[in-house]
């Protein structure tokens, strides 16, 4: 009597758990390497920026220069914290160049063909706008602001400005510039993606120039030299996006 084969085992397409926890902990551990590259450089700069941080502040009061205003700390810890306060934004200016890139890497295996210009043009075009915002604030609208501030306090009321209130403030503006001056590319992603065609936004240009001119007197003092110092530039970088939104979507029109 012949024994009883068993019949041979059906293989299954199916993914156990073991081998989805094997596909995602590579890119687990890739992500995780990363982050620490990005702790690693911004730890640094803040070391580095607290070690100068009396000359970065020097530079940060110099738009106060031509007022004679002179700060003053309220606190014996105010000046220290102060100091930590301008290394921890110090620290992040300097990281996010490297920031944008370790992202780009990260992503850049799951993007389409199409994506990759755009994406390596956008790692530039971040961190490059950002600063160049920050730089255009400390520059330009720094002044006025605090010229404003000036000229509505001049009265009977003694001023006294405390130093770390002036970094605080003038960290806010910058960032307020900084972070207006993404839009560009997040228009641009729009266009690229389809959600928005060059032509409507054309269309409604006159709405976004409004939008453009109130967020400026927003973030500005109520004087129109502050407000036209801030609306110009973000109005000239939505007509330079839509531009070359025009000319990224006729290029993929002709490559279907």
Same mark, same amino acid.
């Given at each position: 009597?012949?024994?009883?084969? %068993? ?6 397409? %199916? ?12 890119? *687990?551990?890739?992500? &995780?390497?990363? *982050? ?19 000359? *970065? ?21 105010? %000046?220290?914290?102060?100091?930590? /306060? ?29 994506? /990759? ?21 400390? &520059? ?7 010229? +404003?501030?000036?000229?509505f306090g ?18 806010? *503006? ?47 003092p109520p ?22 939104? &025009?000319? +990224?979507?006729?290029?993929?029109? %002709?490559k279907e």
């Amino acid at each position: 009597m012949t024994p009883i084969q %068993k019949p041979p085992a059906i293989p299954t397409n %199916k993914v156990g758990a073991d081998d989805e926890d094997n596909v995602w902990l590579p890119h *687990i551990e890739e992500l &995780r390497r990363r *982050i620490i590259v990005v702790l690693l450089v911004f730890s640094a700069a803040t070391v580095g920026a607290f070690i100068f941080s009396s000359e *970065i502040a020097d530079f940060l009061t110099e738009p106060l220069a031509a007022f004679g205003v002179r700060l003053y700390t309220f606190a014996p810890a105010e %000046k220290f914290m102060a100091y930590l /306060h301008l290394s921890v934004w110090t620290g992040v200016l300097f990281t996010l160049p490297v920031l944008c890139l370790e992202a780009a890497l990260f992503l850049w295996p799951g993007l389409r063909g199409g994506e /990759h210009a755009f994406a390596a043009a956008a790692l530039f075009a971040a961190p490059a706008l950002f600063i160049f915002g920050a730089c255009l604030c400390y &520059r330009l609208l720094a002044p006025l602001v605090f010229g +404003f501030f000036l000229f509505f306090g001049a009265d009977d009321i003694a001023q006294l400005w405390g130093f770390r209130e002036y970094l605080s403030l003038l960290f806010d *503006i910058m960032l307020a510039a900084g972070l207006l001056l993404q839009a560009p590319i997040i228009l641009l992603a729009l266009m690229l993606t389809g959600v928005v065609t060059p032509q409507g936004v054309a269309r409604r240009r006159s709405y976004i120039i409004l939008g453009i001119f109130t967020l400026s007197a927003i973030l500005t003092p109520p004087d129109v030299i502050s407000q036209v110092a801030l609306g110009v530039p973000l109005y000239l970088l939505f007509e330079a996006t839509l531009v070359a939104g &025009r000319l +990224f979507t006729k290029k993929s029109a %002709k490559k279907e």
